[in-house]
């Protein structure tokens, strides 16, 4: 069958399972959105190109599929090099297609012109400059098997306008789907080594402090069920990073929650004091770690990881496992079965009960709010998980405001945590959260926002409006950028510098309304259960509540950047002294921190966390 370019396109998009694109038309990519108007592929148009990446990667957390976004050449496809980075971070499946000039002005500066697979090179999986119109069924179906095989990530695809235009003889093809790809240089270890399994079986059953350091690539895997197995076959506690957060239900009583920079006591210091770390789907990311040579110093590491440029690039496992981590869970929990099950484990029964301490000593806590003050955002947080169906989609931006929501959301279903973790984009949530909803439309989604982060993307409002996708959204207004004043305020001895974002500029309940949302204004402890309940009722239209919070609150358990996470700083409350130079020497730690940057001795350590 003969056809054009642009049609081709669109048939391979349909071949290869897409059924939603998110995108905004432009010159170069104009001849492909033609023919979208007879596909079945629905097309969302957003406000701003990055929209339509982000949109793509909430779209591929809630569902597991590859998100595809489709844009046009120069600024168009520059706008979308942070959503791929982000994608590429935090292991996202994503297809982009970009325009691009006609082949033959490439290199001459031409309107709207830029080297996009020059640009992406280093923040995509792989990408393709299409030649010919007839190797677009070829490169769609490698670019959907590269983004969605071994470590999921995105991957571009740029067209230029003549390979598509109907009118271009270089356009005209005949059609074909290839049965398979052929990629020698790609072949990713998908099955676990099995003397290595039973090797780490070994460590497993003699180990007397084991901690389950469980990743994102868990959720990527789709490994959740066989995650619980393993951890109620062995009995083993388990501590879920950022990006795992749900993998395991935060109620069951094996869970730890999270580590890191922000994580809860219990589940940095049983980090800290394990025997063994069974890293599952991890990176040991420099938030999880602290200062790396004080991390979890007595721990042996067993490390299952699909890519294997993750075993010893930060932390020297002494079991390094390259696989599928659902398959090596499967070959782990045979093993485990065969050696007796959760009789064959040593003695941990110390080892419980220090984390029990731990978790009635150094419980998150925060000072309730008082008559008259101002919302505590941990409150919110906390109302709004109670108040919400359990199996609820939560997308966050980037700041306190993500912590808390971590922290204080209780997370009993997997793929229900959708964040930026590893590039910390704000303006994430909102078209994050519209592409979950998109993906998911018979669940509930809300994007928990702060004021920093709701100015940079609020305009994707619009896009959920007009396009009747009824996202819900908390945004915490504290008139700050509130984690760069947090340290500020800690490090920088008050000194706050272009920080401040003023609560009422602009008004965020007139905006949200002239943007097709429902707005609701909360001010006052009382008013924050009704507005929520009001807001959960709403499901034919976006729904915006403006929760105005402290802004002096801020986010503990912390470790200051440069420390190491046995200097973990608690909430004030907590800081009794009884736990030695934990808890007497955080503070002055990070003081001594913010001091070693200043000299040089460190530089910059204070300025990671930002």
């Avoid at 979308?80 to 982009?96: F, G, K, N, Q, W």
């Avoid at 999986?125 to 030649?131: D, G, I, M, P």
């Avoid at 690539?217 to 951890?231: I, K, N, T, Y």
């Avoid at 809860?264 to 980090?271: F, G, L, R």
Wanted: charged share 20%.
């Amino acid at each position: 069958m003969q056809m054009d370019g642009a049609t081709a396109l669109i048939k391979s998009l349909e071949h290869a399972g897409v059924d939603l694109v998110f995108g905004l038309p432009g010159g170069a990519i104009l001849p492909v959105y033609d023919p979208l108007i007879e596909s079945s592929i629905r097309h969302v148009l957003v406000r701003h190109e990055q929209g339509a990446g982000h949109m793509a990667s909430g779209y591929a957390h809630a569902t597991g599929k590859c998100g595809v976004s489709i844009v046009t050449s120069g600024p168009g496809a520059t706008n979308m090099v942070t959503p791929l980075l982000d994608a590429y971070l935090d292991s996202i499946p994503m297809v982009v297609i970009t325009g691009q000039v006609a082949y033959g002005a490439i290199g001459s500066d031409a309107f709207q012109e830029a080297d996009t697979t020059g640009i992406t090179m280093s923040v995509t999986k792989h990408n393709y400059l299409v030649t010919e119109a007839a190797d677009i069924p070829r490169v769609i179906h490698e670019a959907f098997h590269i983004a969605t095989t071994g470590r999921p990530g995105p991957v571009l695809v740029d067209i230029p306008k003549d390979i598509v235009n109907p009118a271009a003889p270089q356009s005209q093809m005949e059609w074909y789907w290839p049965e398979s790809v052929d990629l020698p240089g790609y072949q990713p270890t998908l099955d676990g080594h099995i003397g290595k399994v039973k090797q780490a079986v070994k460590l497993i059953r003699r180990a007397e402090r084991p901690v389950i350091y469980a990743g994102g690539g868990l959720l990527r895997a789709r490994a959740a069920e066989g995650l619980l197995r393993f951890a109620e076959l062995t009995g083993i506690p388990v501590v879920t990073t950022l990006m795992a957060r749900g993998v395991i239900p935060d109620d069951h009583p094996q869970c730890l929650g999270m580590p890191g920079m922000h994580g809860n006591y219990t589940a940095v210091t049983a980090m800290q004091e394990a025997d063994l770390l069974i890293a599952l789907g991890a990176r040991f990311d420099d938030r999880v770690t602290g200062r790396l040579d004080g991390f979890a110093p007595d721990a042996k590491i067993v490390h299952v990881d699909i890519d294997p440029a993750e075993l010893g690039k930060v932390r020297r496992p002494d079991v390094p496992i390259v696989g599928d981590v659902r398959r090596v869970l499967e070959d782990l929990n045979s093993q485990i079965d065969k050696a007796g099950g959760l009789e064959s484990q040593a003695d941990r029964s110390a080892w419980k009960s220090r984390i029990s301490g731990w978790q009635e000593k150094y419980p998150l806590t925060y000072e309730p709010p008082q008559p008259g003050s101002d919302l505590k955002p941990q409150y919110v947080l906390e109302q709004l998980r109670d108040l919400s169906p359990q199996d609820t989609i939560v997308a966050s931006g980037v700041g306190q405001h993500q912590m808390w929501a971590s922290q204080y959301w209780t997370f009993r279903h997997p793929y229900t945590w959708i964040n930026s973790g590893g590039l910390g984009t704000m303006g994430y949530s909102i078209p994050a959260a519209i592409g979950a909803k998109a993906g998911a439309p018979d669940t509930t989604v809300w994007a928990v926002d702060g004021d920093g982060c709701f100015q940079m993307t609020a305009q994707e409002l619009v896009t959920a409006a007009a396009e009747r996708i009824p996202v819900k959204v908390a945004l915490l207004n504290n008139g700050y950028l509130g984690m760069v004043r947090q340290w500020q305020e800690m490090f920088y001895d008050e000194r706050f510098s272009e920080v401040y974002l003023d609560p009422n500029l602009p008004d965020y309940c007139k905006w949200a309304e002239a943007m097709g949302c429902v707005a609701i204004r909360v001010d006052s402890a009382e008013e924050v259960g009704p507005a929520i309940e009001r807001a959960n009722s709403i499901n034919d239209r976006p729904v915006m509540i403006e929760f105005r919070t402290d802004p002096v609150e801020k986010v503990f358990p912390m470790v200051p950047a440069g420390a190491s996470n046995s200097e973990l700083l608690v909430d004030p409350s907590q800081r009794d002294g009884s736990d030695g130079a934990t808890q007497n020497g955080a503070a002055s730690n990070g003081a001594a921190t913010a001091e070693a940057s200043s000299d040089g001795s460190d530089e910059n350590k204070s300025e990671e966390l930002l």
